[in-house]
């Protein structure tokens, strides 16, 4: 079986082969996107063949699980697995892995004094392809993390432990950068919502930050030690003035609550990728269904671990979905992750917010895993669509001096035959917004790693999890204890994938 092609992906054919390219809009879906192939399904893209070998397993962390803080369990809103960890027992892989948590839990009128982490897991995993299992959590134990009671604060460049308080409109200046700070919230340190991680050889590590929509670098103790600002398209600009504020829209740059939801290394450490959630305001024209054409930042870090401009910035367009089957596309599958394969094809994680968690009907229309090349992409690095806030679009429609990055569908996450090989399901309407055993809603982090398989050198096992939100009818906060109503487990899935191509360490 084949995946068809998106637009971006048949125009780097049609560029190699003559035809006229297909620019100009982001693939649309009218209806559930939902697959049933219980087989390997292949993407030809560029000639080359990749191949979604299934799912081999799933995992489960309570959302009543405390963190190494004593606060609940934030999961995943990145992940990091330590490759030198890595190794086969048996019929199992074993590695440590690191959970990246966002701010904290927060509602619409209520944000936590919640200090940034890693959190540092045992991994176990045991592939099964077997026939049906049972429709119960128990059925959800191929994957078995274990917490090790171990962690890493993430604290500012004074010393002091991050927030996930919202900023408003305070600053603070602290290694030269003006950076998100809440005021009145005891000392000024810096507020960040962190959203994707990265390490790097020495230990130290990036992560993608969703209030500047910037990077910070930290070293191997946690401690800020770089960062790579925002460029001025993405700069959340309020009246002239940078407000990183996640409550009200700013005027141009990033979204709010749509910032640098992504960012990896590639494997030789040289290059790291970063993309914008969604698209800028400047971008889009505010409706859910015209955010589709987001920003991807390469930059040079072999000689400087923070590059204050990227050396390539191309446009990825992300799918558009119709929630309501009025045929109007209402929603875009924002961006949630990538994995850098080289120092121009990554994979990327495009996704709807429906789901478990949400306690909403809407049915689940779109989570897929893209492979994303930007060969024969336009580079706008230097250029006014970067340097200032020109728009690369008009609602959905891109200027047609831009060329996409190619993009090819690897994996279908809403795949209903294999999901329920595993107990699992795509029901929101019954209950309404599903159980425990539906897919939940946010799915955020993404870690690649060899199969270890000397006869396929090329496979690889991929991880998805999912950020619950910090969801749990028990929870714990700095200062003060909550019920989120529901009970959303910090789930794991496991992928066998075929991607020839990938960067050697």
Same mark, same amino acid.
């Given at each position: 079986?084949?995946?068809?092609?998106?637009?971006?992906?048949?125009?780097?054919?049609?560029?190699?082969?003559?035809?006229?390219?297909?620019?100009?809009?982001?693939?649309?879906?009218?209806?559930?996107?939902?697959?049933?192939?219980?087989?390997?399904?292949?993407?030809?893209?560029?000639?080359?063949?990749?191949?979604?070998?299934?799912?081999?397993?799933?995992?489960?962390?309570?959302?009543?699980?405390?963190?190494?803080?004593?606060?609940?369990?934030?999961?995943?809103?990145?992940?990091?697995?330590?490759?030198?960890?890595? #190794?086969?027992?048996?019929?199992?892989?074993?590695?440590?892995?690191?959970?990246?948590?966002?701010?904290?839990?927060? $509602?619409?009128?209520?944000?936590?004094?919640?200090?940034?982490?890693?959190?540092?897991?045992? +991994?176990?995993?045991?592939?099964?392809?077997? @026939?049906?299992?049972? *429709?119960?959590?128990?059925?959800?134990?191929?994957?078995?993390?274990?917490?090790?009671?171990?962690?890493?604060?993430?604290?500012?460049?004074?010393?002091?432990?991050?927030?996930?308080?919202?900023?408003?409109?305070?600053?603070?200046?602290?290694?030269?950068?003006?950076?998100?700070?809440?005021?009145?919230?005891?000392?000024?340190?810096?507020?960040?919502?962190?959203?994707?991680?990265?390490?790097? @050889?020495?230990?130290?590590?990036?992560?993608?930050?969703?209030?500047?929509?910037?990077?910070?670098?930290?070293?191997?103790?946690?401690?800020?030690?770089?960062?790579?600002?925002?460029?001025?398209?993405?700069?959340?600009?309020?009246?002239?003035?940078?407000?990183?504020?996640?409550?009200?829209?700013?005027?141009?740059?990033?979204?709010?609550?749509?910032?640098?939801? *992504?960012?990896?290394?590639?494997?030789?450490?040289?290059?790291?990728?970063?993309?914008?959630?969604?698209?800028?305001?400047?971008?889009? @024209?505010?409706?859910?269904?015209?955010?589709?054409?987001?920003?991807?930042?390469?930059?040079?870090?072999?000689?400087?671990?923070?590059?204050?401009?990227?050396?390539?910035?191309?446009?990825?367009? +992300?799918?558009?979905?119709?929630?309501?089957?009025?045929?109007?596309?209402?929603?875009?599958?924002?961006?949630?992750?990538?994995?850098?394969?080289?120092?121009?094809?990554? &994979?990327? &994680? @495009? #996704?709807?917010?429906?789901?478990?968690?949400?306690?909403?009907?809407?049915?689940?229309?779109?989570?897929?895993?893209?492979?994303?090349?930007?060969?024969?992409?336009?580079?706008?690095?230097?250029?006014?669509?970067?340097?200032?806030?020109?728009?690369?679009?008009?609602?959905?429609?891109?200027?047609?001096?831009?060329?996409?990055?190619?993009?090819?569908?690897?994996?279908?996450?809403?795949?209903?035959?294999?999901?329920?090989?595993?107990?699992?399901? +795509?029901?929101?309407?019954?209950?309404?917004?599903? $159980?425990?055993?539906?897919?939940?809603?946010?799915?955020?982090?993404?870690?690649?790693?060899?199969? +270890?398989?000397?006869?396929?050198?090329?496979?690889?096992?991929?991880?998805? *999890?999912?950020?619950?939100?910090?969801?749990?009818?028990?929870?714990?906060?700095?200062?003060?204890?909550?019920?989120?109503?529901?009970?959303?487990?910090?789930?794991?899935?496991?992928? #066998?994938?075929?991607?020839?191509?990938?960067?050697?360490?």
């Amino acid at each position: 079986m084949r995946h068809f092609l998106s637009r971006g992906a048949y125009a780097a054919i049609a560029l190699l082969a003559g035809l006229p390219p297909a620019f100009g809009a982001s693939a649309e879906y009218g209806s559930a996107h939902v697959a049933t192939a219980t087989g390997p399904v292949t993407l030809e893209m560029g000639g080359v063949a990749y191949v979604d070998q299934g799912l081999l397993g799933v995992g489960r962390v309570p959302a009543s699980s405390l963190d190494f803080m004593g606060t609940t369990l934030g999961s995943f809103s990145g992940m990091a697995i330590d490759p030198a960890s890595w #190794r086969k027992d048996g019929d199992a892989y074993v590695a440590t892995l690191y959970s990246l948590p966002d701010r904290g839990y927060n $509602t619409a009128d209520r944000y936590s004094d919640y200090p940034g982490r890693l959190v540092q897991f045992d +991994l176990r995993f045991t592939p099964y392809a077997g @026939a049906d299992l049972p *429709a119960e959590v128990a059925s959800q134990s191929q994957i078995v993390l274990t917490p090790t009671g171990k962690g890493v604060t993430l604290v500012d460049f004074a010393g002091t432990a991050t927030t996930g308080f919202d900023p408003d409109a305070g600053i603070t200046v602290q290694d030269g950068h003006s950076l998100p700070s809440p005021e009145g919230e005891g000392p000024r340190q810096v507020a960040l919502d962190a959203e994707a991680v990265a390490f790097t @050889a020495d230990g130290g590590f990036y992560v993608g930050d969703e209030y500047t929509a910037g990077i910070y670098l930290f070293d191997a103790d946690g401690k800020m030690a770089g960062f790579i600002p925002p460029v001025p398209a993405l700069a959340p600009m309020t009246g002239g003035k940078l407000n990183y504020n996640s409550k009200k829209a700013p005027d141009t740059g990033r979204r709010n609550n749509q910032g640098m939801e *992504a960012a990896a290394l590639t494997p030789d450490g040289k290059t790291l990728i970063a993309v914008l959630q969604s698209a800028t305001m400047q971008d889009s @024209a505010g409706k859910g269904g015209e955010r589709g054409n987001t920003r991807v930042l390469v930059y040079d870090v072999s000689s400087d671990p923070t590059p204050q401009a990227p050396v390539g910035h191309y446009v990825l367009q +992300l799918p558009l979905v119709d929630t309501k089957g009025d045929g109007k596309m209402d929603k875009t599958a924002a961006q949630s992750e990538v994995v850098a394969l080289n120092d121009h094809q990554f &994979l990327v &994680l @495009a #996704r709807d917010s429906a789901g478990y968690g949400t306690e909403k009907a809407t049915p689940i229309m779109y989570k897929s895993i893209l492979l994303a090349d930007t060969t024969g992409a336009t580079n706008l690095a230097g250029t006014e669509y970067e340097t200032g806030t020109k728009p690369i679009s008009e609602g959905r429609k891109l200027d047609p001096a831009i060329t996409p990055v190619a993009t090819g569908e690897l994996i279908n996450l809403l795949n209903s035959a294999q999901l329920a090989r595993f107990g699992m399901n +795509l029901d929101t309407a019954a209950p309404k917004g599903g $159980t425990t055993l539906t897919l939940s809603e946010k799915w955020e982090a993404m870690s690649l790693m060899p199969a +270890l398989d000397p006869a396929h050198p090329d496979d690889y096992i991929l991880f998805v *999890a999912n950020d619950n939100d910090f969801l749990a009818t028990k929870g714990v906060m700095p200062g003060y204890t909550y019920d989120a109503g529901l009970d959303n487990d910090t789930t794991i899935l496991a992928f #066998r994938v075929t991607i020839p191509g990938v960067q050697k360490p």
